[in-house]
């Protein structure tokens, strides 16, 4: 038994950081009671709620939501349209009820599709405009109404970082930018027991490729991979868990406490290799989880940083991966290691299985040349990524 399970999880913690006051514990939802009284004393008193269809009412989050809501007198209209990989026509579709609406603050209830799209909402009420112009130019809007987040997943780490993602669909680009930080955040491990086994899997491997890219990249620091190593070595103790038994709250405690650490180095030093490769594979075929994705390029991108970082890579997969001893030589046992583990958890996908063939290739391989923000990420990898290894990656994966 190590200190962690010693701890009281019911003890709810706040953390600030960016500009966001974020809430975390067993039991974090209460405190949305207190969030709206502020809201209410500053005369914020109509609340756009922007979700999906059915998981805010599943996680168990709108018994306490909408009861806050009723008490503190706030008026609230729900949009409930939100589907994983987000369009900037469901963007534009809120910010058009927002505005008859006349929202003052937009609460963000969900996992990062939700949340990104409550940042986005958040901007365009604010500053005009439309998504595509506001997404295809990536310039943060310098300003936001208030956005709060109720979190439902251990993946995005959206609930403390400023970024979103949403996809241009005539384009299949699928684009992230910084947007704004909540004002105010819940991470409430109890509102994800009811996450199924593929959710599971896919968020908590959502979470593992942000700290990976972000201790690997060449703006990397000793915070971010620090940080990073925590919140990888804490998801390797506790996912298998969480799989098994779901309603298990010290394993998606430190899951979601795992998560929101790696949210926070995207946030210091951003994200490279696998989420600039995997946007345009979820961007041309939206049924791909984000997670899973990422999960399926992992491997194979780990197989190419190794050469350049493994040192940090032998240090981050300690726990699957204990005899290595950080030498150029060991990146396939890595690779293959990493793959063994996936398909260990139940990650038995390849890109195959979602339709993909040698003949998009050429598809994908555009995609990360166009679409906005790409390349720039690929620049922060530890090693030169030209379209050779884009392929190659994307081939070991299909």
């Known amino acids: 038994m190590d200190w962690r399970s010693k701890l009281n999880i019911d003890r709810v913690f706040t953390l600030r950081y960016g500009g966001t006051q974020l809430f975390f514990g067993v039991g974090a939802v209460s405190k949305i009671s207190t969030i709206f009284e502020e809201f209410k004393k500053e005369g914020l008193d109509r609340v756009l709620v922007v979700t999906g269809k059915s998981s805010y009412k599943i996680s168990g989050a709108w018994n306490y939501v909408e009861k806050a809501l009723i008490e503190s007198g706030l008026e609230y209209y729900v949009y409930d349209k939100v589907s994983p990989n987000p369009t900037v026509d469901t963007v534009d579709e809120a910010v058009k009820i927002g505005r008859e609406f006349n929202a003052r603050i937009v609460l963000g209830i969900g996992g990062g599709s939700s949340i990104d799209t409550a940042k986005a909402v958040g901007c365009l009420l604010a500053v005009g405009g439309d998504a595509r112009e506001l997404f295809m130019k990536r310039d943060q809007p310098n300003r936001s109404l208030p956005v709060v987040v109720v979190n439902l997943t251990h993946g995005t780490g959206s609930e403390i970082n400023r970024y979103g993602?949403?996809?241009?669909?005539?384009?299949?680009?699928?684009?992230?930018?910084?947007?704004?930080?909540?004002?105010?955040?819940?991470?409430?491990?109890?509102?994800?027991?009811?996450?199924?086994?593929?959710?599971?899997?896919?968020?908590?491997?959502?979470?593992?490729?942000?700290?990976?890219?972000?201790?690997?990249?060449?703006?990397?620091?000793?915070?971010?991979?620090?940080?990073?190593?925590?919140?990888?070595?804490?998801?390797?103790?506790?996912?298998?868990?969480?799989?098994?038994?779901?309603d298990n709250l010290l394993a998606r405690y430190y899951l979601l406490y795992a998560s929101m650490l790696a949210g926070i180095v995207i946030d210091h030093v951003g994200a490279h290799i696998t989420h600039a490769l995997e946007h345009p594979?979820?961007?041309?075929?939206?049924?791909?989880?984000?997670?899973?994705?990422?999960?399926?390029?992992?491997?194979?991108?780990?197989?190419?940083?190794?050469?350049?970082?493994?040192?940090?890579l032998a240090e981050l997969y300690k726990p699957i991966a204990p005899h290595l001893r950080a030498e150029p030589g060991e990146a396939h046992e890595l690779a293959t290691r990493v793959e063994e583990w996936l398909l260990n958890i139940g990650l038995n996908k390849k890109l195959s299985d979602y339709g993909f063939t040698e003949k998009d290739l050429s598809d994908l391989i555009r995609l990360v040349n166009e679409t906005p923000g790409l390349k720039s990420r690929l620049e922060l990898s530890p090693v030169t990524v030209n379209e050779e290894i884009i392929k190659k990656i994307y081939t070991e994966s299909l």
């Open 281 to 312: 594979i979820s961007g041309m075929n939206p049924e791909v989880p984000h997670g899973i994705g990422l999960g399926i390029l992992l491997p194979s991108v780990i197989r190419i940083m190794y050469l350049a970082v493994p040192e940090i």
């Open 165 to 246: 993602v949403e996809t241009i669909p005539e384009k299949n680009y699928k684009i992230g930018m910084p947007l704004t930080y909540p004002a105010y955040s819940i991470d409430d491990p109890k509102l994800m027991i009811k996450l199924d086994r593929w959710q599971t899997i896919a968020t908590a491997i959502d979470a593992l490729n942000h700290a990976t890219e972000a201790a690997t990249n060449k703006l990397t620091t000793p915070l971010s991979i620090n940080l990073s190593r925590e919140s990888v070595h804490l998801i390797f103790k506790y996912l298998p868990t969480a799989i098994v038994e779901p």
